[in-house]
């Protein structure tokens, strides 16, 4: 078992917590919060032990989860690389790219893993359908939340919109050419709905929308491609996948036919893929103790978070 410390005894960080105590595959072995208040309620409550300074976690584990936020993550990173440990570190991945590059250059000279929190990676919604997404040539995703004063330290693009931003690049083989966006804000220093428009090298266009001020929930996306069409929605963990092929010559007398203008027919088939009920945060805390074990590349590498910050900074800058 990976001997583990979390960083960070916020709401997420105490979600992280109970997952690694549950874990097989970790043995928890405390956490460090600034706070010292809320270190010893954290502790009393849940029987954790609280480290009194980030170093002294550090040089008790292999693994350091780092759920703090994002203007610190950098700086713990740091030490916890430096110091030649393992990082699972939560999304955005820093405040800058070039921070971003220097963790993902330090964690290589020292010979250890890295992995971000991209947790709808995991969501099983997507992992249904993701093998039958191949060359999406357009993608439309819909992010929307209700207020919550946690996260409007930064954008809405770095606290919402980059989930899809990283699922959209882990599914589009080609480089961002050009990107156009806007972006309000209504309740916070930040902007709190945003819009971008992505064009890729390869023709595909994706068109996100981001709001932290909706009236309601709500995590879609779609995708279309040849002879294809695969929506997702991550927050009722459901898929369904639209595929056409040539209709053959005597179609079942339900079959759904449609005709172009140059007479060719096409038969539609629907699909909605069973997904498997998980926990997303425990999975992909798991994926990362399976990718240190096989000394292979984490599912959401350092080097694949910079790539997702590098496009929301750009969308930022677009405002």
Same mark, same amino acid.
């Given at each position: 078992?990976?001997?583990?410390?979390?960083?960070?005894?916020?709401?997420?960080?105490?979600?992280?917590?109970?997952?690694?105590?549950?874990?097989?595959?970790?043995?928890?072995?405390?956490?460090?919060?600034?706070?010292?208040? #809320?270190?010893?309620?954290?502790?009393?409550?849940?029987?954790?032990?609280?480290?009194?300074?980030?170093?002294?976690?550090?040089?008790?584990?292999?693994?350091?989860?780092?759920?703090?936020?994002?203007?610190?993550?950098?700086?713990?990173?740091?030490?916890?690389?430096?110091?030649?440990?393992?990082?699972?570190?939560?999304?955005?991945?820093?405040?800058?790219?070039?921070?971003?590059?220097?963790? /993902?250059?330090?964690?290589?000279?020292?010979?250890? /893993?890295?992995?971000?929190?991209?947790?709808? /990676?995991?969501?099983?919604?997507?992992?249904?359908?993701?093998?039958?997404?191949? #060359?999406?040539?357009?993608?439309?995703?819909?992010?929307?939340?209700?207020?919550?004063?946690?996260?409007?330290?930064?954008?809405?693009?770095?606290?919402?919109?980059?989930?899809?931003?990283?699922?959209?690049?882990?599914?589009? #083989? !080609?480089?961002?050419? #050009?990107?156009?966006?806007?972006?309000?804000?209504?309740?916070?220093?930040?902007?709190?709905?945003?819009?971008?428009?992505?064009?890729?090298?390869?023709?595909?266009?994706?068109?996100?929308?981001?709001?932290?001020?909706?009236?309601?929930?709500?995590?879609? !996306? /779609?995708?279309?491609?040849?002879?294809?069409?695969?929506?997702?929605?991550?927050?009722?963990?459901?898929?369904?996948?639209?595929?056409?092929?040539?209709?053959?010559?005597?179609?079942?007398?339900?079959?759904?036919?449609?005709?172009?203008?140059?007479?060719?027919?096409?038969?539609?088939?629907?699909?909605?893929?069973?997904?498997?009920?998980?926990?997303?945060?425990?999975?992909?805390?798991?994926?990362?103790?399976?990718?240190?074990?096989?000394?292979?590349?984490?599912?959401?590498?350092?080097?694949?978070?910079?790539?997702?910050?590098?496009?929301?900074?750009?969308?930022?800058?677009?405002?």
């Amino acid at each position: 078992m990976l001997k583990a410390g979390v960083l960070g005894a916020g709401h997420l960080g105490k979600i992280h917590l109970r997952l690694l105590q549950q874990s097989e595959q970790y043995e928890l072995i405390g956490f460090y919060d600034p706070s010292k208040e #809320n270190a010893k309620a954290v502790s009393e409550e849940f029987g954790y032990k609280a480290f009194d300074s980030i170093e002294a976690l550090i040089s008790e584990v292999d693994v350091v989860d780092i759920v703090t936020p994002t203007l610190s993550h950098f700086d713990c990173a740091k030490t916890a690389l430096e110091a030649g440990k393992h990082i699972f570190i939560e999304k955005p991945i820093t405040k800058t790219y070039e921070e971003a590059l220097e963790l /993902r250059a330090l964690a290589k000279a020292k010979g250890v /893993r890295g992995q971000v929190g991209h947790v709808e /990676r995991f969501n099983p919604a997507f992992t249904a359908v993701k093998d039958a997404i191949n #060359n999406p040539m357009f993608i439309e995703t819909h992010r929307l939340a209700e207020f919550n004063p946690r996260g409007t330290d930064v954008p809405v693009v770095l606290d919402l919109m980059i989930h899809d931003i990283d699922i959209i690049l882990s599914v589009v #083989n !080609s480089k961002v050419k #050009n990107i156009n966006a806007s972006g309000i804000s209504v309740i916070s220093q930040t902007p709190d709905i945003a819009n971008a428009r992505i064009e890729f090298e390869n023709g595909c266009v994706a068109n996100l929308t981001a709001s932290r001020i909706s009236l309601k929930n709500m995590r879609k !996306s /779609r995708f279309f491609q040849k002879d294809a069409y695969i929506s997702v929605d991550f927050l009722d963990k459901k898929s369904e996948l639209v595929r056409m092929n040539d209709a053959p010559e005597n179609p079942d007398e339900f079959a759904m036919i449609l005709q172009n203008a140059e007479g060719v027919k096409k038969q539609i088939y629907f699909e909605n893929p069973k997904v498997e009920a998980n926990n997303a945060i425990l999975d992909e805390l798991e994926s990362f103790a399976n990718a240190i074990h096989t000394n292979t590349t984490p599912v959401v590498s350092l080097g694949q978070g910079a790539e997702a910050l590098q496009v929301a900074l750009q969308i930022i800058d677009n405002f």
